[in-house]
């Protein structure tokens, strides 16, 4: 996605590192026992992929009320 935005650009880069980290997370300890740490650990790293896509989403929400509300006044 290109975008000139330097806030959308970085939520979208940070999004994108969260989800290769839980995936390279989850590749890493595949086939191999694993400890209630690592699920803790799995668990953190799904929770920071969720919130850096939150915050990308309400990121593009709050910048698509905006325009809307700049052209709601302009009408």
Do not use: C, P
Request: glycine share 2%; proline share 0%.
């Amino acid at each position: 996605m290109s975008s000139s935005d330097l806030l959308q650009r970085q939520l979208s880069s940070n999004s994108h590192r969260k989800h290769h980290e839980a995936y390279q997370f989850a590749r890493d300890v595949s086939g191999e026992s694993f400890s209630i740490a690592d699920m803790y650990a799995f668990q953190n790293r799904l929770q920071d992929m969720s919130n850096a896509s939150w915050a990308s989403s309400q990121y593009t929400q709050f910048k698509f009320g905006i325009r809307k509300a700049i052209i709601d006044a302009v009408n």
